[in-house]
T-cell receptor, first 114, second 114 residues
């Protein structure tokens, strides 16, 4: 258990509305990630963070923004949700100690945009 | 571009038998990590096994082992004595160092039959 909590776990929202997903971790990990999972694509990186206020874009960042104002929280915002953003969103952390450079995932957030 | 390919969308195996899942990747990096993750119907992403590219010895975790062929850029997962609980999607993943990204294959859906 990497101490990762995602909220909300399930959400249905309307096209054009803003949505924020929250990822909370309890073990002071420096690196945090947001992935989305879609059939036939595996998991694709949206954004990641390497420290407080330090973030960068991933493979599929268009339409998403992130913020990290404190170590334990990494927020993913859909500024104006579209149906193509219906997906399962996973937050993850990178554990540098222990096994080293291993990514552990939260339980996922199901987002449906109607 | 760094890519991960899983050429078997679906596989099945009889309980107690052995099955091998294939994964190939493309990279120009020399130092990297490879992973297999299991995703059961609950959608939780569970780390199965990891391999450091600089280690020639293949990783083993109980009934799970890998065949890592660095020159061929191949990283297959062998599951011995398959159990019903092994039924899941399996994702191969690759992360170069010191890059922060982790790339995933599209997944292989494994069904263990009683």
């Amino acid at each position: 258990d990497a101490g990762i909590t995602q909220s909300p776990r399930h959400k249905v929202t309307e096209t054009g509305t803003p949505v924020t997903l929250r990822c909370h971790q309890t073990e002071n990990h420096r690196y945090m990630y947001w992935y989305r999972q879609d059939p036939g694509h595996g998991l694709r990186l949206i954004h990641y963070s390497y420290g407080v206020k330090d973030t960068d874009k991933g493979e599929v960042s268009d339409g998403y923004s992130v913020s990290r104002s404190k170590t334990e929280d990494f927020l993913l915002t859909l500024e104006s949700a579209t149906s193509s953003q219906t997906s399962v969103y996973f937050c993850a952390i990178r554990e540098v100690e222990g096994l080293g450079n291993t990514i552990y995932f939260g339980e996922g957030s199901w987002l449906t945009v109607v | 571009a760094q890519t991960v390919t899983q050429s078997q969308p679906e596989m099945s195996v009889q309980e107690a038998e052995t099955v091998t899942l294939s994964c190939t990747y493309d990279t120009s990096e020399n130092n990297y990590y490879l992973f297999w993750y299991k995703q059961p119907p609950s959608r939780q992403m569970i780390l199965v096994i990891r391999q450091e590219a600089y280690k020639q010895q293949n990783a083993t975790e109980n009934r799970f082992s890998v065949n890592f062929q660095k020159a061929a850029k191949s990283f297959s997962l062998k599951i011995s004595d398959s159990q019903l609980g092994d039924t899941a999607m399996y994702f191969c993943a690759f992360t170069p160092l010191p890059n922060n990204d982790m790339r995933f294959g599209a997944g292989t859906r494994l069904t263990v039959k009683p």
